[in-house]
């Protein structure tokens, strides 16, 4: 085998004008622990865009293949690695323990090949395709930890969903309806707005037109009323921003705000009256774990969720594919095929 793969490669920070897809990057060697796979499918999440901007307080090891979640199978085993063998296809969970995160720490699945510790490797089932494995970690796997782990959704509640177009938020919207729940999908645009319904969103709300918190307090009744009744039952939001009190106020007595992150900013206005006035639950949720994503291949598997796939581009067109992203012109995930 040749030396070099083809990658996209992150050599400083700034603009998504600054990754570059090259062909004679050097392939990775493996080592005792590790494998190396052929990286068949590879998926960009709003964290790559962070990545490439550069983070307060993380330093990167630059130059850097980016890209979190892969999936592909085993061309090499290192010294040490037994479970496993060249030709299984895996999932990789992007968390290394020791380094930190894939495509940040270390190189990740923007290349044809990559080097990764057996203890994140992950089975794949064999109807769970590259494409659909590759959706999952980030995106899939923290909905699953919020939603199912943590048993927040119950079949019949009303669950209003911020920022249902993206990667977690259409995983948020698949995931409580298999729950039985009402699904109430926020986006910006009538397109996304109509294939969240296809989805099978229940109502879908432009945030950009309308008031997300005075439409559900209208639709379902005011919360201020005291009863458990009035407002909805969970708000999953992971925006924050200027989103935080209006979720606040439109979540019925004793309902949840889930959250998972901050993508608008992490230290929003805040309004203490509303929790303890409604005894209000706010739930944390962190990333996902080795189950989640074994979970959700196996809801894949038997039918019961199928991953939104907006588009599958080969590693020259990368760069654009991150750019759709950043913008928010897709519905669920863009997936890179090396």
Request: proline residues 4%; negative net charge.
């Amino acid at each position: 085998m040749g030396k070099t793969m083809k990658a996209m490669i992150l050599r400083k920070h700034g603009s998504l004008d600054d990754l570059e897809v090259i062909e004679d990057h050097p392939r990775p060697v493996v080592t005792e622990g590790h494998v190396v796979i052929r990286v068949r499918a590879s998926s960009f999440n709003y964290h790559d865009v962070f990545t490439v901007r550069g983070m307060p307080g993380i330093t990167v090891p630059l130059p850097v293949v980016i890209g979190l979640d892969m999936a592909g199978e085993i061309v090499e085993l290192g010294a040490g690695v037994n479970d496993w063998r060249e030709g299984d296809r895996v999932l990789v969970n992007p968390l290394n323990k020791k380094k930190g995160l894939m495509g940040e720490m270390m190189d990740g699945g923007m290349a044809q090949y990559c080097l990764v510790s057996a203890e994140q490797l992950i089975r794949m089932p064999d109807k769970v395709s590259f494409e659909e494995a590759a959706s999952l970690p980030v995106a899939y796997g923290t909905a699953h930890r919020m939603l199912i782990t943590h048993n927040t959704v119950k079949k019949g509640e009303r669950v209003l969903i911020l920022g249902a177009s993206g990667g977690v938020g259409t995983g948020c919207v698949l995931l409580a309806k298999m729950l039985g729940a009402e699904v109430i999908a926020c986006a910006g645009g009538a397109e996304k707005m109509q294939r969240l319904s296809e989805m099978g969103a229940d109502h879908v709300i432009n945030y950009k037109e309308v008031d997300f918190s005075k439409w559900a307090i209208g639709k379902y009744g005011k919360p201020q009323r005291r009863s458990h009744e009035g407002g909805v039952d969970v708000v999953i939001n992971f925006t924050g921003g200027d989103t935080w009190v209006p979720s606040l106020r439109c979540i019925k007595r004793g309902g949840k705000l889930l959250v998972c992150g901050a993508t608008a900013g992490h230290d929003p206005k805040e309004d203490l009256r509303y929790i303890w006035s409604f005894e209000l639950q706010v739930i944390g949720s962190n990333s996902f774990y080795d189950e989640d994503l074994s979970a959700l291949m196996e809801m894949i598997e038997d039918g019961r969720i199928k991953p939104v796939v907006d588009k599958v581009l080969p590693l020259e067109q990368a760069p654009e594919g991150l750019r759709m992203i950043q913008d928010r012109e897709v519905l669920g995930k863009v997936v890179i095929a090396p």
